[in-house]
């Protein structure tokens, strides 16, 4: 079955620069979140989008963006990058209004800043 | 706010031996739990939701609302089981709530 797909997996950058995450959802899923695991954290919510609209925002600092395409795949934004930003990126999807409410994740994407 | 407190980092038990994973929230309205757990290099994957009350690779939780706790439990213990275990949270309002996670306890089981 098809999962979240989540590219790159491995990301390398340096202080200052930008990167850029891309998240594909399970066919049909209308939602996805995005996560941030830092090393030995536990998953922080970013922010969400629900039919191409952000629908929920966590702690998403502001040098990041993200929007959901008409396919609904999502891109994460991260601009000015410090070395606190390495971390794991999660992203998630799920149907809006299906119960009981389930998230698959994707495997995620590993940024180092250098 | 709502939050989950999973109070062990590490649990280390011996093959056979009980497991209980803590794990304790904070809301006062009536909230989805879920457990999801994370085997090494692999993607966090749901282990079991409360509302199923399904039991899943020998591991149970019961939701106690009195004790607005969710602990995950297993009778005997398994390598395989080893793993970063994380309670999670949803509102109950099957819309678009975003998950909220404890920090997760990191389970090793002992040959």
């Known amino acids: 079955a098809a999962g979240v797909i989540q590219s790159p997996r491995h990301l390398i950058k340096e202080k200052r620069e930008t990167a850029t995450l891309k998240c594909y959802p399970i066919p049909r899923h209308d939602t996805v979140y995005w996560y941030q695991q830092g090393p030995g954290q536990d998953p922080q919510f970013l922010i969400s989008f629900y039919e191409k609209m952000q629908s929920d925002k966590g702690s998403i600092p502001d040098r990041f963006s993200a929007q959901q395409f008409s396919d609904y795949h999502s891109e994460l934004n991260m601009s000015s990058l410090e070395l606190g930003d390495s971390a794991l990126y999660f992203c998630?999807?799920?149907?809006?209004?299906?119960?009981?409410?389930?998230?698959?994740f994707g495997q995620g994407t590993r940024l180092t800043v250098v | 706010a709502q939050r989950v407190t999973q109070p062990e980092k590490l649990l280390s038990v011996f093959k056979g031996a009980p497991v209980e994973l803590k794990c304790n929230y904070s809301y006062s309205g009536s909230p989805e739990l879920f457990w999801y757990v994370q085997y090494s290099r692999q993607r966090l994957q749901l282990l079991l939701r409360h509302i199923s009350r399904e039991s899943i690779k020998g591991f149970t939780a019961d939701l106690n609302k009195g004790e607005t706790s969710f602990h995950l439990k297993k009778p005997f213990a398994q390598e395989e089981d080893s793993a970063m275990y994380y309670c999670?949270?949803?509102?109950?309002?099957?819309?678009?709530?975003?998950?909220?996670f404890g920090k997760g306890t990191r389970l090793s089981v002992i040959a």
């Open positions: 999670a949270l949803s509102l109950g309002d099957s819309g678009n709530t975003p998950l909220v």
């Open positions: 998630a999807s799920r149907i809006r209004f299906q119960y009981p409410p389930e998230a698959f």
